[in-house]
Antibody
């Protein structure tokens, strides 16, 4: 069974850091590009970052570029999001998601999503 | 930057009705258009990709069409489990993904 499970969320003060993880199972993680998407309370979905299947390339939304870092540990089937210099408006549910094709795949379709981990930035 | 605009923001519908949701892109996204369904407290669920391809396990009452800048998601006969928020998303400039603001389908 294909599964993504996020962890690492919590309450953090502005300007602090937090590291999210996304543990995966049921598929060959090392062959899929992965993404992070967030959703502020009561709001829509916002794409944040993507990483190539081998970790060779990373891409970021302007809103998080320079503050967030996406990475992956393929032997451990885990995706990470390092979030630094957090701001109040980073408060959201953070989802990891899988692209729907493997290898050299340029699909922006996200076919598997985790249940999310909540991050609250507040003083 | 591509902007995706969904309309209407909210749709009040009775079970059994046919529903059409609209999504407009600010520039040509070809057929790179995806639809997701999200219920309260849940992650988004993939419904349609490449404008009109139904994802695995999605009921046949869901269909998508369009091209370029105008797209629609149709639910042929709304069931009780279809009341949710629907998001469109484009990826014409891979891997930067852009989501629409969503359309909430609620019970009339």
């Amino acid at each position: 069974q294909v599964q993504l499970v996020e962890s690492g969320g919590g309450v953090v003060q502005p300007e602090k850091s937090l590291r999210l993880s996304c543990a995966t199972s049921g598929f060959r993680f090392s062959t899929y590009a992965m993404h992070w998407v967030r959703q502020a309370p009561g709001k829509g979905l916002e794409w944040l970052a993507a990483i190539w299947y081998d970790g060779g390339y990373q891409y970021y939304a302007d809103s998080v570029k320079g503050r967030f870092t996406i990475s992956r540990d393929n032997p451990k089937n885990t995706l990470h999001l390092q979030m630094d210099s957090l701001r109040v408006d980073d408060t959201a549910m953070y989802f990891c998601a899988r692209a729907n094709c493997s290898g050299h795949c340029y699909s922006g379709t996200l076919d598997i999503w985790g249940q999310g981990t909540m991050v609250t930035v507040s003083s | 930057e591509i902007v995706m605009t969904q309309s209407p923001a909210t749709l009040s519908v009775s079970p059994g009705e046919r529903v059409t949701l609209s999504c407009r892109a600010s520039q040509n996204v070809n057929s790179n258009l995806v639809w997701y369904q999200q219920k309260p407290g849940q992650a988004p669920r993939l419904l349609i990709y490449d404008t009109s391809t139904t994802a695995t396990g999605v009921p046949a009452r869901f269909s998508g069409r369009g091209s370029g800048t105008e797209f629609t998601l149709t639910i042929s006969s709304l069931q009780s489990e279809d009341f949710a928020v629907y998001y469109c998303q484009s990826f014409n400039n891979w891997p930067w993904l852009t989501f629409g603001g969503g359309t909430k389908v609620e019970i009339k």
